[in-house]
Each structure stands twice: as structure tokens, then as C-alpha cells.
T-cell receptor, first 111, second 115 residues
């Protein structure tokens, strides 16, 4: 069946460091891929998405490229801020419309 | 403002006492869903609904019921709550344009504790 695997956290970085959170998936067909972010005490909100191979989603300085050949959708940011501290979820949505979630990666940014 | 609202935000109850968590969206979305979030397990889908009067089980439906009598509302019902249903619950909605590209919008969450 479909699945999403994220790197385990927490990931702890200093401010202005480069961020990568790995996400790989297993799916039949051509799923859409998403990154959601959950700030402390809040619900999830969409960060970015990509709907087909080689698409790049971007938002708030974050980027992720849909790589079908490696079945990956890694999240990157060139210079993180303390305000980026949150839990990040990778997810795919298959043609049956179901969202399959990764376990989430907690990101801690230290000043 | 486009939003998904849930009530209550926090609830402490006792085993066996029926409860309902309401969910409402104002975006005219066809698709609605309930998730629970537990540490280390990410989000797990409880039930979902493709449209009015159309509901189906997700990954962890045991102990829960839902109904979709109106497009905007999708309440989650726990007929006889048990301590293993202590969790953080999220309602979500999205449009249905086919192909799975639509973004889900999430409510703020309901933290439920069952004693």
C-alpha cells in the first residue's frame, strides 16, 4: 500500500543554518505530494505542494521538488529562523483521495 | 474568512459518557475528514466523507461514528469513550476536483482526555 517515510526528529539547528528534512514515499500511480506545518498549539496548515513529477513547491523560503525517480519530496530552506520551529509533516494524496501521512519531524531552531 | 471550526477545543470526560465534537466549514467543500494525532504516530484518519450522506471508514474507525447531514457539518461522535481515545483530534475539509490535488484545510484541533 501507499506510505510516507520521514526522517525522525527532533532536528535541532542554529539560526541561519541550512535545513533538509527528508521524505520518501511509496505509491502506485501519480500522487500529489504535500508538506504541512504545525506550529505549537495550532492545527496543521499547508506549507507547499507539488502535483506532478519535477514540480517544485515553494513557500516562505521553503522548497521541495517532486522526484519520481527517487520517490522523494525533501523539504529544504536555505536559512532557518527561530520562528520556523514547528512539526513538519510530509503527505501524499492518492487517486482515491486519501491522505497518507508521515510521522512528522519536529524542528527546533536555536538562536 | 475561510475556516474550519471545531468545538470544543478542550474536553475532559469520563469513560462511557457519550460526547460529540462538532466540525463546520464555510468553504462549501465536498470532502471532510477526521484525524487523530498521537505522539510518534503522526495523523491517522478516522472517518471521511465525500459529500452529504456519504461517509466511509479511515484507518482507525473503531469506537467512533460520524454523520454528514449537511455539507458544512461533520460531527464526530464517541458513543462510549474509553481512555485509549485520549488524543488530539483534527477535522479537515477540501474541495473535490478529482485527481487528489486539492489542499486540505484543518481546524484548530480538539484535545480530548478520557479518564
Amino acid at each position: 500500500g501507499n506510505s510516507v517515510t520521514q526522517m525522525e526528529g527532533p532536528v535541532t539547528l542554529s539560526e541561519e543554518a541550512f535545513l533538509t528534512i527528508n521524505c520518501t514515499y511509496t505509491a502506485t500511480g501519480y500522487p500529489s505530494l504535500f508538506w504541512y506545518v504545525q506550529y505549537p498549539g495550532e492545527g496543521l496548515q499547508l506549507l507547499l505542494k507539488a502535483t506532478k513529477a519535477d514540480d517544485k513547491g515553494s513557500n516562505k523560503g521553503f522548497e521541495a521538488t517532486y522526484r519520481k525517480e527517487t520517490t522523494s519530496f525533501h523539504l529544504e530552506k536555505g536559512s532557518v529562523q527561530v520562528s520556523d520551529s514547528a512539526v513538519y509533516f510530509c503527505a501524499l494524496r492518492d487517486s482515491n483521495y486519501q491522505l497518507i501521512w508521515g510521522a512528522g519531524t519536529k524542528l527546533i531552531i536555536k538562536p | 474568512e475561510a475556516q474550519v471550526t471545531q468545538n470544543p477545543r478542550y474536553l475532559i470526560t469520563v469513560t462511557g459518557k457519550k460526547l460529540t465534537v462538532t466540525c463546520s466549514q464555510n468553504m462549501n467543500h465536498e470532502y471532510m475528514s477526521w484525524y487523530r494525532q498521537d505522539p510518534g504516530l503522526g495523523l491517522r484518519q478516522i472517518y471521511y466523507s465525500m459529500n452529504v450522506e456519504v461517509t466511509d471508514k479511515g484507518d482507525v474507525p473503531e469506537g467512533y461514528k460520524v454523520s454528514r447531514k449537511e455539507k458544512r457539518n461533520f460531527p464526530l461522535i464517541l458513543e462510549s469513550p474509553s481512555p485509549n481515545q485520549t488524543s488530539l483530534y483534527f477535522c479537515a475539509s477540501s474541495s473535490w476536483t478529482g485527481g487528489g490535488t486539492d489542499t486540505q484545510y484543518f481546524g484548530p484541533g480538539t484535545r480530548l482526555t478520557v479518564l
